[in-house]
């Protein structure tokens, strides 16, 4: 049993939250939550050239409407804040300050253009430029290893633009355990000595994470797979601190639905899915990005096809509540090889949620559709369409294609329908029809069904003369729910209505 659980979700506020960080924020709160544990919002904000201004709003709606509201947070019981990392800048430079004192970091005043000129030295003689113990103290690059305390001090007062980077130790077998991988090992030779922070008072991502996690008390990081090759730096840090590090486990990618890679926005332009949550409108070029709330998805249903996406609970169930998600879930079930994206499965569990809805549900998010085109109709009526159809449906929006001939008399014929059903006898017939329609007293769909195959075996023709033309009078096409329940949901008077428009315009 985990004690004392904290995890966070630390996205950058870059622009609209993609579905593989919406699983990463899913497994952090399933996992908190099962351990009574709590679950932290950061916004990881130090890259403030790619800083989208509605991006952390949008982030914090995606959360709430996915049903994973974060207990900590910014603007909300801001024990350890402030959340955002931009307002937490002071603290990296004295934690900096800090590895440099204990000599696990060094000031590096390299140019950009000497560096370029080292790596392309360096592929001139077949080789890959790493800056760390082979050359860090070489003569070549200029940083506080080879320089005195005094020519540091001097470049730093003169204003000249410096780096702080880690000193990654030479020779060592680094061990270090994955919740979800296991046991992993590397070459610490092979580390470079990345940078920590920047003369412009802002820490590269591995400073602020690991001071923040650290003061946050984050017990475990759950994060993508794509952090992995940090977590030899981090582990070091941790060390280099002299803190106990948290456990880590990196979840596999979400992968395209065809081809290799990682799902990207792209994808699902081009195949016809979102990969966001929510819509999204981008400020700067009005472009709008489809979301799965506004196409119709269910945000439980929508959870449900996330979960799944490199979980599984170890039996044949697929359909789990939110509660039954958080007790069921274990680190040890995920997948260390990435999940393939299967647009088709999302909209199956999208209609294993409708059918799971009760239909005065369904038709209170019917109702406004229906209002949205003029058409008003009680609410008890409405459901019973709604209990008709919506086995055939996988979101609300397809309701009106599935339904609209019960409020609306059919303007148009199904071609195809029409050319293979409607004989030149077809009309005759029609007429003889709403005659002895018009003579039903007890117009209950069974009543109705009966007496009118009652009146076509009397004629000794074949059913299908009459009820493909009926249905096709109708609905318009061969589609729809028992015919006869449709005859007496329109009533009478409807029904001989739209039999003579069926005959004068087939």
Same mark, same amino acid.
């Given at each position: 049993?985990?004690?004392?659980?904290?995890?966070?979700?630390?996205?950058?506020?870059?622009?609209?939250?993609?579905?593989?960080?919406?699983?990463? #924020?899913?497994? %952090? =709160?399933?996992?908190?939550? *099962?351990?009574?544990?709590?679950? !932290? /919002?950061?916004? +990881? $904000?130090?890259?403030?050239?790619?800083?989208?201004?509605?991006?952390?709003?949008?982030?914090?709606?995606?959360?709430?409407?996915?049903?994973?509201?974060?207990?900590?947070?910014?603007?909300?019981?801001?024990?350890?804040?402030?959340?955002?990392?931009?307002?937490?800048?002071?603290?990296?430079?004295?934690?900096?300050?800090?590895?440099?004192?204990?000599?696990?970091?060094?000031?590096?005043?390299?140019?950009?253009?000497?560096?370029?000129?080292?790596?392309?030295?360096?592929?001139?003689?077949?080789?890959?430029?790493?800056?760390?113990?082979?050359?860090?103290?070489?003569?070549?690059?200029?940083?506080?290893?080879?320089?005195?305390?005094?020519?540091?001090?001097?470049?730093?007062? #003169?204003?000249? %633009? =410096?780096?702080?980077?880690? *000193?990654?130790?030479?020779?060592? !077998? /680094?061990?270090? +355990? $994955?919740?979800?991988?296991?046991?992993?090992?590397?070459?610490?030779?092979?580390?470079?000595?990345?940078?920590?922070?920047?003369?412009?008072?802002?820490?590269?991502?591995?400073?602020?994470?690991?001071?923040?996690?650290?003061?946050?008390?984050?017990?475990?990081?759950?994060?993508?797979?794509?952090?992995?090759?940090?977590?030899?730096?981090?582990?070091?840090?941790?060390?280099?601190?002299?803190?106990?590090?948290?456990?880590?486990?990196?979840?596999?990618?979400?992968?395209?639905?065809?081809?290799?890679?990682?799902?990207?926005?792209?994808?699902?332009?081009?195949?016809?899915?979102?990969?966001?949550?929510?819509?999204?409108?981008?400020?700067?070029?009005?472009?709008?990005?489809?979301?799965?709330?506004?196409?119709?998805?269910?945000?439980?249903?929508?959870?449900?096809?996330?979960?799944?996406?490199?979980?599984?609970?170890?039996?044949?169930?697929?359909?789990?509540?939110?509660?039954?998600?958080?007790?069921?879930?274990?680190?040890?079930?995920?997948?260390?090889?990435?999940?393939?994206?299967?647009?088709?499965?999302?909209?199956?569990?999208?209609?294993?949620?409708?059918?799971?809805?009760?239909?005065?549900?369904?038709?209170?998010?019917?109702?406004?559709?229906?209002?949205?085109?003029?058409?008003?109709?009680?609410?008890?009526?409405?459901?019973?369409?709604?209990?008709?159809?919506?086995?055939?449906?996988?979101?609300?929006?397809?309701?009106?294609?599935?339904?609209?001939?019960?409020?609306?008399?059919?303007?148009?014929?199904?071609?195809?329908?029409?050319?293979?059903?409607?004989?030149?006898?077809?009309?005759?017939?029609?007429?003889?029809?709403?005659?002895?329609?018009?003579?039903?007293?007890?117009?209950?769909?069974?009543?109705?069904?009966?007496?009118?195959?009652?009146?076509?075996?009397?004629?000794?023709?074949?059913?299908?003369?009459?009820?493909?033309?009926?249905?096709?009078?109708?609905?318009?096409?061969?589609?729809?729910?028992?015919?006869?329940?449709?005859?007496?949901?329109?009533?009478?008077?409807?029904?001989?209505?739209?039999?003579?428009?069926?005959?004068?315009?087939?």
């Amino acid at each position: 049993m985990e004690s004392n659980v904290r995890v966070r979700f630390a996205p950058s506020p870059t622009g609209p939250l993609h579905i593989g960080g919406v699983r990463t #924020a899913l497994y %952090n =709160y399933l996992f908190a939550k *099962k351990y009574n544990g709590t679950f !932290i /919002l950061r916004i +990881e $904000d130090t890259d403030q050239t790619r800083y989208v201004a509605n991006a952390e709003q949008y982030i914090i709606d995606s959360l709430e409407w996915c049903n994973i509201p974060f207990d900590e947070g910014p603007g909300k019981n801001e024990k350890f804040g402030p959340y955002r990392q931009s307002e937490r800048k002071e603290l990296y430079k004295k934690y900096a300050d800090i590895l440099i004192d204990s000599g696990w970091a060094y000031y590096a005043f390299d140019t950009s253009e000497a560096l370029d000129a080292e790596r392309k030295g360096h592929e001139e003689e077949g080789k890959t430029f790493i800056y760390n113990w082979h050359n860090r103290e070489k003569g070549r690059l200029v940083n506080s290893l080879v320089l005195t305390a005094d020519e540091v001090q001097t470049k730093i007062n #003169a204003g000249e %633009n =410096y780096v702080i980077r880690f *000193k990654s130790p030479q020779d060592e !077998i /680094l061990k270090m +355990e $994955d919740e979800i991988r296991g046991n992993i090992t590397i070459d610490t030779n092979t580390l470079d000595d990345k940078i920590l922070f920047k003369s412009d008072g802002m820490p590269t991502y591995h400073l602020a994470n690991i001071v923040d996690d650290h003061l946050m008390e984050i017990s475990h990081v759950i994060r993508g797979e794509e952090w992995l090759p940090s977590m030899p730096l981090h582990i070091l840090l941790y060390r280099a601190f002299g803190w106990n590090a948290p456990k880590f486990a990196h979840l596999p990618l979400i992968l395209k639905p065809v081809g290799k890679g990682k799902l990207s926005k792209r994808d699902g332009d081009k195949l016809g899915f979102p990969v966001f949550p929510l819509a999204y409108t981008n400020d700067e070029t009005n472009e709008v990005s489809r979301g799965y709330k506004e196409d119709g998805y269910f945000a439980d249903g929508f959870i449900n096809m996330l979960a799944f996406l490199g979980w599984n609970p170890g039996t044949e169930q697929e359909i789990f509540s939110l509660d039954e998600l958080v007790q069921s879930f274990d680190l040890k079930r995920v997948s260390k090889s990435g999940a393939k994206f299967n647009p088709d499965k999302t909209k199956w569990f999208n209609q294993q949620y409708m059918q799971s809805k009760s239909d005065a549900a369904l038709t209170d998010l019917y109702l406004p559709v229906l209002s949205e085109k003029g058409i008003s109709k009680d609410k008890e009526f409405v459901q019973k369409v709604v209990s008709s159809i919506k086995e055939r449906a996988v979101f609300v929006t397809d309701f009106w294609d599935l339904s609209s001939f019960f409020f609306e008399t059919p303007t148009e014929f199904d071609e195809k329908a029409a050319n293979k059903n409607w004989k030149p006898e077809t009309a005759q017939l029609m007429q003889e029809l709403a005659q002895v329609i018009s003579n039903v007293e007890d117009f209950s769909s069974a009543n109705t069904e009966k007496e009118i195959k009652e009146w076509i075996t009397a004629k000794e023709i074949g059913f299908g003369k009459v009820m493909q033309p009926l249905r096709l009078a109708l609905v318009g096409k061969l589609a729809g729910p028992h015919l006869f329940d449709i005859i007496a949901m329109i009533g009478k008077v409807e029904t001989i209505n739209r039999i003579e428009n069926a005959i004068k315009n087939l």
